[in-house]
């Protein structure tokens, strides 16, 4: 993979590496901070291995003031800090800042209290997802939002990107299932945002912290709600002979009043990728598959069945399959979870997109995205969640060819850009990160980023924790403008871009 | 650009510039609500945010609606019921008259709240007239959307202290197939245990409320909620008396909500046994308690924040105001926060200041 190196705005920095490692080791043991290159290393990107940068040293606090105390002398110093949980995310959100300090919270890994009455679960950022769901699944209940790399992803991380998952169609995205979180700023101050009771005084700051990627502050306890196991859930794999029945299909779905606890969308390019990987049984012949789950109580999933088949059928479906067991249920979503990793498995090396569209618009997008396909001369392969009308186009390519990640990288610029254009945006749940901050001037306007700095600042006044993320400048905007003017032939491709 | 907007960008500016403090009028169904600062005469310029009206976009297959701020909110329940769709968190209006963007304002959410989640949950997108008069549109009308901060839900309940929202995108519900509401007699405390022990179990509950006796409704398939009834028991009422009893109990038309008295908002967590400190009323399996009493600010807040929530004198009618404000204050954290805030969207105070929290 080619590398991006981290360009800091501070390109004359009034500290060295060694000054931050000094500040870091009078607060915290010498175990908790990491400088060597090869202690380091590990930590230079994120999911999204395209973007690297090392920072200057690598810190693993064990406590809440520990924590605290990093934050402050960071600020002491003016040291950029950025947050990281697993580094599963996918858009560069936990790449290092080279001037600064990156600061895991893995070992922040304790559940600390489930409260099956409540029905709600305190844990520390670096609780795993599924560990939430596993740990509450002898109270009858789980933590709702699933997004498919839950075995390793943090709920510290899930917070600051928002994310979603396959079921969040009915049961919401994280910002709808976290009650409460303890943060810190910047300055070292303590605070609790959202409540256990419905809501709290003041406007509501905990959503807009919610999926602010670790710009706002460092998290160290969340509050999440968790929800009743339903008593039955089974999921119907539609088969379709053409991608815009199967985009008619998921309207149709909708507008006969059921909200599916997931509704995805595979075409064959991705149904031939996983079906050797995985052995889900999927139709590899149709050239879209639908998965429809429904869940509740054993007659109320019957009788939703029976109405989803119905649809279908209507469509012009030409094979359905309902899942007979909770065994082939989670095959078939293993499939589908399993996407990311199949395409690593067929191509050298793949590139996943995240935007999300007016559903009506579905069968628009896929045709233009196998236009470019021809285009660009790179194979993309679709999972969607359908019902969101969140794609996730992944785009095949290799990186030792300088020339493919180029072409990919376009390829991606250019899905993104048809998104909004269509009416939607360019990251569903994935994060701006390094990776989409050009579209984000294509999203927004010039007053609308500014408004997001001033969300920043009011958190953050140093602009401190994960600077030079999301929110892009003027001057990469201008840049990023006259790029276009040239036809994404860009000038000087080599040279580092702030 | 639409002309009444314009209109609207010309009040703020003249008003920017010529340092006056503006107050953001809805049709007032909610004026009652909220911090109340007195303002001179010749400071104070009211902006009316009814002008921009009606329904922008509304495709049923999308589950969302795009209106102007000024849209009368019965319009939108309207046009949705003839969809066979709804607003799930169930606003409350005070009024015929009330407006999508007054109901998006002060972010309150109805009985319903308990099974669908409350206002902001629904905020897919929002613009917002700032004090720079600069319109600014935040996330949009897709159902996923992290790109940049929401600020759209931060707008949601924010009592226009950011500045005029002119239009917001709502996502939206189908209606339930079937709906049941059953009666159980019991008291305040047995009515609470019956709702903490709901809470851990998959049963279609969209609502409950304590008055006098408690009421649990079910929503859902027609097979989910029967079964839910079976389980249940509880004595079954009739759909139209059922219907009239939320809609008075989300409107606050029903007996309790009658008289003189102030009305207080105690919202707690879970497992909150009775508060014991007046005539009361409680929603959200017992997450919303409405008291009417005189009560003292100073007596009912700690008493809030132990059950880790906060008390709101709702409704003062002729009661005292505490000298700090309706709302419960903001812990020192969050009130740096929320003030750099104010100063960083409105530095010069230009838009209903105090109306949320008191002083900023």
Redesign the interface.
Known sequence: MNTIVGTGVKSVSDYTASDVVKALLQVLPEHCVLSRLEDTRPYECDGLSLYRSLPMAVVLPETEKQVQDVLIACRRLGVPVVARGAGTGLSGGAMPHAQGVLLGLAKFNKIKHI??????AIVEPGVRNLAVSEAAAP???YYAPDPSSQIACTIGGNVA??S?GVH??KY??T??NVLKVRMI?IDG?????G???????????L??F???EGM?GVVTEVTLK?T????LARVIMASFDDVEKASSAV??I??A???PAGLEMMDQQATQMVEPFVKAGYDTSAAAILLCESD??V??V???IARMEEVFQRVGATRLQVSESETQRLLFWAGRKNAFPAAGRVSPDYYCMDG?????NLGRVLNAIAEMEKRFNLRCANVF?A????LHPLILFDSNSADEVQRAEDFGAAILELCVEV??????????GME?INQ?CV???R???D??L??????D?ATLLNPEK??PTLARCAEYGKMHVHGGALPFADLPRF | MNTKLELLREQVLRAEAESKVMVIKGSGTKSFYGNHVALDEDVAVAIDATTLSGVVNYEPTELVITAWAGTPLQEIKDKLDAAGQMLAFDPPSFGSSATFGGCVAAGLSGPLRQGAGPLRDFVLGANLLDSRGQVLRFGGEVMKNVAGYDVSRLLAGSMGMFGLITQVSMKVAPKPLETVTLRFELDEQAALQMCHSLRAQALPVSATAFDQALFIRLAGAPSAVRSAFGKLGGERIDANEANLFWQLLREQESAFFKGGEPLWRIAVGPNTPPLNIGPTVFEWGGGQRWVKADLDAATIRPLAAHADGHATLFHPKAGRLPADGVFQPLSPGVATIVRRLKQEFDPKGLFNPGRLVFGV
Do not use: W, Y
Not at chain 1, 115 to 120: E, M, V
Not at chain 1, 195 to 205: I, R
Not at chain 1, 356 to 360: E, F, G, K, S
């Open positions: 409260d099956r009455d409540a029905a709600i109270f009858g209940l990107e928002n979603g969040c169609l919401g995205l910002v709808h700023t101050e303590i605070v609790e945002l409540s256990m009771a419905p809501d709290s005084p003041g406007p509501d700051l959503s807009v919610i999926g602010s706002l968790l009743p196991k339903p008593a309207a149709e909708i507008a009043g059921i909200i509740g109580t007659e109320e019957a009788d939703e999300t569209i007016p559903r009506r969640h019902g969101d009308g969140n009416g939607g945006t360019i990251t569903g749940e994935h994060g701006v989409k984000m999203q927004f306007s007053d609308e980023l408004s997001f001033r969300v920043k600042r009011a958190f006044p999301v929110v």
